[in-house]
């Protein structure tokens, strides 16, 4: 397969690289890097670019044989979006618009899409099933719903082919300790968590303890970053072989409390961290954990690094050899 992955050099978007690349196939990077970083690919042709580029789509598409997109480039914080929501709609609605548009000129007919469980809201019932309804309870959850449809429309107008990933929340980092994750700032719990061990930070802030759940705090489904690339792999070869359509759940189906993921991270990293309540952060939904069967099912998906213990150990290991992230 030749595959553009743009969001590439950010943190789901270079593991999935790595992957892929690890299973020969030929890929190349479109990422303004915003948030993304060169060093964390390797060997890689990167376009530096923004999606809405659409002479630069031209060029990505005329000047390499790509028969695939797998598409991560996107603005990704629940709370920022709540305080920004034309930027989330400007760069990943507008975005996603203009790299649909170029794909079906181009002819490039099959899509992997980064959709998030923050489409869901609310959920009716845990797990979430994926026909359950979607009454996003962020801007950001609502950008990813408008591209899923946007995709849906353009397959049965253009026969573009996608897959539609909804992940819950990606953790760890490869288990060899090449890439991680570095986000600045950082807003994700687990990294923030592991500054704090690391006495980059005095304490953990706790959004909220006053939720419905057994402890008060947010419960959500962590799933490693390697289990997600392995499902765009799985998710691209099932378009190629079936040229079918569809959209999957992507978690472990096991809910942590932010509590016990603050816990976790004292067992693995066995020092003191300091937390503390903080109000809610808005926008977040009580508690999001996923029902797979799905993707178990059809992709033929098994996470290799379900438990909480083993994924936070392989962001801890990263952490620890690169407590400047990529910036040695
Ligand atoms: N991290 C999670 O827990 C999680 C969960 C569900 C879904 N997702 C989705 O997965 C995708 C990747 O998430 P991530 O955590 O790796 O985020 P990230 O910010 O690390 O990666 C996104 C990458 O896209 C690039 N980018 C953003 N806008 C761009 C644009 N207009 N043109 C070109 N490049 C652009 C950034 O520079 C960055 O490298 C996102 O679409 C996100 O919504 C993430
Ligand atoms: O300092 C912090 C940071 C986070 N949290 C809490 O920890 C939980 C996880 O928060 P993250 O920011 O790590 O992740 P989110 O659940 O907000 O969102 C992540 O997972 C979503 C899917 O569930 C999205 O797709 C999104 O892109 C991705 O960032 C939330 O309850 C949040 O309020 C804290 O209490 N303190």
Redesign the pocket.
Known sequence: MSILVTGGAGYIGSHTVMYLKERGEDVIVLDNLQKGHRAALSDVKLYQGNLQDESLLDEIFTSNHVDSVIHFAAN????ESVEKPLEYYENNVIGSYHLIKKMVEHKVLKIVFSS???TYGNPVRVPIMEEDPTVPTNP??DT?LAIEKMLQWADGAYGLKSVCLR?????GADPEGKIGEDHTPE????P??LQAALGQRDK?????DDYPTEDG?????YIHVLDLADAHYLALKKISETGESGIYNLGNGTGFS?KQ?IDTCRIVTGNEIRAEV?P??A??PAV?IASAEKAKTELGWKPQYSALEEIVSHAWNWHQHHPNGYQE
């Open positions: 990704s914080l629940v709370g998030t469980a923050a950001y959850g990813k992940y819950f929340n990606a953790a807003s994700h719990l687990i923030i968590i953990v802030s706790i959004f909220g705090t947010c419960i959500r489904d932010v993921v903080a809610r952060r926008g977040d999001l």
